[in-house]
């Protein structure tokens, strides 16, 4: 009798257990039959110093530190050094110049991401996957460049950098700042000290819905992009002012993330990349972050303006606190998550990107040594690297760090020019030391892939026409 009382017991606790697992996770065969989840989270104007797990002596990032032990940082990764390039060859997998966003967008452009164009959303869509938006766009603001039409079931969000609004202090040419839900303008200019808390709610709230789903969840903070603005219960978090605060709020946010895919059971099925578009607006001074040891900052092609913090985790597959050193890109994104969720993969139009799932994974250290990255700045192809050599090909730019401004208002530029001049960044990361005198068959090498390119994808002095270019998105004659 007592031995069947307690097999009885046993039974409904087995049957209370999988319930509660059934309520609150999903089940371990579920997952395997489906594909990873992806979560990329996108700050704006972060520089390659401003987090814990990346040197920064000033600013506490408790969440990101945890995302890097928990997994993989990648130190050699590169943005586009400018807002609007940096999403296109995000969600494109090509350089701008390729898809016809050479350059920064703003307000009622005539241009924008051409629909044509075969997004990581659309491409993940036709695995099956369930994809949104929550943050900066920057892509074109009419409603035929907008998320929707680019393969996002959702989007909330600035159309364009938050310092496009009327109370800009340099300029009085911007209309009123709309923040739009779907394809509705829903406020003009928003209080911005929620921005960071309202995206992080519509991202949780699009976790819990689509849980037992695959999905793709894409994260462009509208911060630390100045004018900076941070909420209430992170003001004066921090010891470094204003422009720290909104980092930690934005390491919350991570945190937060992280949480609901913990509470679903999910977080071990998903593959989440945190980055930044180009590195910090230096001319901002303290509302500006730090690139340190980096040369320069946002809008040059040194190190400081293109290079970018990058953490991604995914247990089991992702090694717990490796470090990768080798160099990568936001291009490589789509072709490799792409290859991750079985997702068909455009053979119509150059793809610039390269799947590198063996160095998130370390299947193999290392890329293929004839890899190269071109680094271009306003259309203009400006410098090139291969290995451990960067070109710098003769330019113009402008300096961040003379006479930097303050609280919001910013510095003055200053005009410099480089002329050739080739780096070693394994040994001179700050770019000092040109030693192009002394590896005169390595600046011919690269000399010559940049004219290769140059053939293939042209710059702001070279004719469209004829190239292996995809013009941009334009609005119809008569809308």
Sequence with gaps: MNRSLHR????????????????????????????????????????????????????ETPHLDRLAAQGRKITSFYAAPS???????????????????????GPGSK?????????????????????????????GDSPVFMPLNHGFDDYFGLPYSNDMWP????????????????????????????????????????????????FFLYLPHSMPHV?????????????????????????????????????HGIENHTLVIFTSDNGPWLSYG????????????????????????????????IPAGTLCQDFASTMDLLPTLCRLANAPFPTDRIIDGKDIHHLMTMQRPHRNPEDFFLFFN???????????WKLHLPHQYRSLKENPGRDGIPGVYVQNFIDTALFDLESDISEQHDISSDHLNIVLRLKTLAQQARKNLGDHITQIKGLQVRPPGTLPKNP
């Design 227 to 263: 004018p900076l603005f941070v909420s209430p219960k992170h003001q004066s978090s921090s010891s470094r002012g204003l422009y720290s605060d909104v980092i930690r709020e934005i390491d919350w946010s991570v945190g937060q993330i992280m949480s609901a895919l913990k509470r």
């Design 83 to 105: 807002c609007s390039p940096s999403r296109a060859a995000l969600l494109t997998g090509c350089y701008p110049v390729r898809v016809g966003i050479p350059s920064v967008l």
């Design 167 to 214: 109370f800009h202090p340099t300029t009085d040419r911007f209309p009123d700042l709309p923040l739009i839900a779907r394809n509705t303008i829903i406020e003009l200019n928003p209080d911005q000290t929620l921005l960071t808390t309202r995206y992080t709610e519509k991202a949780i709230q699009f976790i819990d819905l689509q849980k037992e789903n695959p």
């Design 8 to 59: 009885i017991r046993f039974m409904i606790s087995i049957v209370l257990i999988s319930g509660l697992l059934h309520t609150g996770t999903i089940c371990a065969k579920s997952l395997s039959r489906r594909p990873p989840n992806f979560v990329i989270i996108f700050a704006d104007d972060l520089g390659f110093q401003d987090l814990g797990c990346f040197g920064s002596p000033h600013i």
């Design 111 to 139: 241009t924008g991401l051409n629909p044509d164009e075969l997004t990581l959303a659309e491409l993940l869509k036709k695995k099956g996957y369930r994809t949104a938006i929550y943050g900066k766009w920057h892509l």
């Design 378 to 388: 306003s259309g203009e192809l400006q410098a090139i690297r291969q290995g451990r």
């Design 286 to 317: 303290n509302h500006a972050g730090s690139a340190l040891p980096l040369r320069e900052g946002k809008g040059t092609t040194f190190e400081g303006g293109v290079r970018v913090p990058c953490i991604m985790r995914w247990p089991d597959q």
